[in-house]
């Protein structure tokens, strides 16, 4: 069984910086893995992918946090970061860290099949 869980959440004023981390654990992790990422879900909102990185290291970001955000890996600790700087009171949101499944060991991606923790609160006031 695989599990996913995020640290670094917090408060911080506008303006300020936060870096999130995931770790993944499980014999499974590896082989039934097949990169990256994070989302958020504001409050009232639906929840939303806002980066991406591959196991090959290749990086996606959505479009309000390019620039701010910056997403980056440990393959060997199983781990995913995001740095957030520049932060702005609509990053406020509660923070999910993913990884998407492969559709057998070591099989490939199934973009549509997911392994989720349970979420970083991440809080920026004005």
């Known amino acids: 069984q695989v599990e996913l869980v995020e640290s670094g959440g917090g408060s911080v004023q506008a303006g300020g910086s936060l870096k999130l981390s995931c770790t993944g654990s499980?014999?499974?992790?590896?082989?039934?893995?097949?990169?990256m990422g994070w989302y958020r879900q504001a409050p009232g909102k639906e929840r939303e992918w806002i980066s991406s990185?591959?196991?090959?290291?290749?990086?996606t970001y959505e479009d309000s946090v390019k620039g701010r955000f910056t997403i980056s890996q440990d393959n060997v600790k199983n781990t995913v970061y995001l740095q957030m700087n520049k932060l702005q009171t609509e990053d406020t949101a509660v923070y999910y860290c993913?990884?998407?499944?492969?559709?057998?060991?070591?099989?490939?991606?199934?973009?549509?099949?997911?392994?989720w923790g349970k979420g970083a609160q991440v809080i920026v006031s004005s």
């Open positions: 990185i591959s196991s090959g290291g290749t990086r």
């Open positions: 993913a990884a998407k499944r492969r559709s057998w060991n070591w099989g490939p991606c199934d973009p549509t099949a997911m392994y």
């Open positions: 499980g014999s499974a992790f590896s082989s039934t893995t097949c990169g």
